[in-house]
């Protein structure tokens, strides 16, 4: 046989042996679309708080934490060997894959902390992300959880149970200081959400941040992404970054460099005396509610996909 038939006639044989490299199947992304004048100027969080189920859609964040929606959200499974989704009837236990993950992942290094047998896990997103009905201004495109700051004892809950339990608080003088419940258990929780790569930033009292950066000893770099903020007693607030090649997720600024611990410092002095209020400060203009064109256009194909 010619040497020029022969690579011909192996590539043939292979082909027909099922050795044909195979095309990836194609992308299943939300194409940007013209919003229907029904839904256009209807209150966003109506819209996306009525959906039970996430889109049919490749997984993908679009717009802001606070502005925008998610594609083909998964849903944290209710019970895990170490993490119990709470507040069942919210339907919030959705997000994207990625954080789904990270909330597994360090669900089981928290299982390893003593008096932790891993995590209870409070809101993530709604099914498609967007406004939600009541509470967040953020969670809304898949990449936002609040992790209780109650140790998970037990995770054999029922749905009434969750629906009942409370998180415990941890703050004392309006957040100025923590409590008798604070342990250090609670940093190391902390700590290990922080340490992952994944994590952008995390919300605590200002008490909280205070206390940590006053008993960390080693590497303190981590401390940067704890940043305060109020209430956040009950819970902290776990913000991932937007995941690799995600183009249409806009990310927050980053923290400014260092850990931080000034800042919160500042904050806890403005709790425990606080600045004479400014007579010239304008008025806080009332929040207009989020409305479906508010938000990028992927999210309407979000929305009405099946």
Known sequence: MGRTLFPLVLLTILAGCGFRDKAPDP???????AIPASLSTQQA??????????SE???????????????????????????????????????????????????????????????YVGDMSQPRGGPMLTGHASHQIGLDADIWLRPADRLDLSRSERESLSSISLRRASGAYTNSNWTPQHMAVIKAAAEDPRVAR????????????????????????????????????????????????????PPPPGDGCAEAQQWVNNILNPPPPDPN??????????????????????????
């Open 45 to 54: 969080k109506r819209l996306f708080g009525a959906k039970q189920s996430g």
């Open 281 to 306: 400060a304008p008025k806080p203009k009332p929040k207009r509610e989020l409305t479906l064109a508010d938000l990028p256009q992927q999210c309407a194909a979000v929305l009405q996909s099946r």
């Open 27 to 33: 992308v299943q992304e939300p194409e940007p679309m």
């Open 202 to 253: 995390i919300f605590l009292f200002p008490g909280g941040k205070v206390k940590m950066c006053n008993e960390a000893t080693g590497d303190r770099s981590w401390l940067r992404k704890v940043r305060p903020w109020w209430g956040h007693h009950y819970h902290f607030h776990v913000r991932l970054a937007c995941p690799p090649g995600a183009t249409g997720c806009v990310d927050q600024a």
């Open 57 to 119: 859609h490749d997984a993908a964040p679009y717009g802001s934490y606070s502005k925008g929606c998610v594609a083909g959200a998964v849903q944290l499974p209710e019970t895990g060997p170490t993490w119990q989704a709470m507040r069942l009837s919210r339907n919030r236990n959705w997000a994207h894959p990625e954080t789904v993950d990270f909330v597994e992942d360090l669900s089981r290094k928290v299982a390893r902390i003593p008096g932790w047998n891993g995590l």
